[in-house]
């Protein structure tokens, strides 16, 4: 099993759906999470951390289930530009922090 | 945020050369930063862990006699692709993590084409 498990898509939705994707991850000790997307031929770029707690940005909310190990990220109003990879991250920690990067969600916003 | 840069953005070179990429933290400093390559299509794959003052932790498959890494200070860290093959093109990432945050953050890639 992989250590970050995330469903490569792509996900194809119109303008203004609301899109959810998930990540899971295997190793339980694993401490800090994070949401990144990544446009076709660029570097990744940060979107949000994820708290226990849960968290939102704007059209952006992040949740973490550390009892069933997976996170998710939930797009509402969804925009042309949201169109790119999703990428999940997840940190755990082994003398320093090891960060671990699941394959990508690709997410296609058409008109 | 933060700002990383990295240097050069591309660069073509002939087989058997080497060649230098840097990686800066502008506005933080970064004990930790990383090294990813990225083939087309495909997702980022970790290279190594670069920590300041110390040696680089490579993963599992990763030459490090062929891929040098040098973390001289807590703003840069530098990957030389010695004598580069065809096999090696790809897109090069580093990122560097801050540490109050434990967040990573991505310099914009340095896509390298060996000849």
């Known amino acids: 099993r992989k250590e970050v498990e995330q469903d490569p898509g792509p996900f194809n939705v119109p303008e203004g759906a609301t899109v959810a994707f998930n990540c899971t991850y295997s190793?339980?000790?694993?401490?800090?999470f994070f949401w990144y997307r990544q446009d076709c031929r660029k570097e990744p770029k940060l979107l949000m951390s994820?708290?226990?707690s849960g968290n939102e940005d704007g059209r952006f909310t992040a949740q973490l289930n550390r009892a069933s190990q997976y996170i998710s990220l939930l797009i509402r109003d969804s925009k042309l530009s949201d169109s790119a990879t999703y990428l999940c991250v997840v940190n755990r920690m082994g003398g320093s922090y090891i960060p671990t990067f699941g394959r990508g969600t690709s997410l296609i916003v058409h008109p | 945020g933060a700002v990383v840069s990295q240097h050069p953005s591309w660069v073509i070179c002939k087989s058997g050369t080497s060649v230098k990429i840097e990686c800066r933290s502008l506005d933080f400093q970064a004990t930790t930063m990383f090294w990813y390559r990225q083939f087309p299509k495909q997702s980022l794959m970790l290279m190594a862990t670069?920590?300041?003052?110390?040696?680089?932790?490579?993963e599992q498959g990763v030459e490090k006699d062929k891929f040098l890494i040098n973390h001289a200070s807590l703003t840069l860290s530098t990957l030389t692709v010695t004598s580069a093959h065809p096999e090696d093109s790809s897109f090069y990432i580093c990122?560097?993590?801050?540490?109050?945050?434990?967040?990573?953050?991505f310099g914009p890639g340095t896509r390298l084409t060996v000849l």
């Open positions: 990122s560097a993590m801050r540490s109050d945050t434990d967040t990573q953050y």
């Open positions: 190793n339980s000790a694993s401490q800090s």
């Open positions: 994820v708290y226990s």
């Open positions: 670069s920590n300041e003052g110390s040696k680089a932790t490579y």
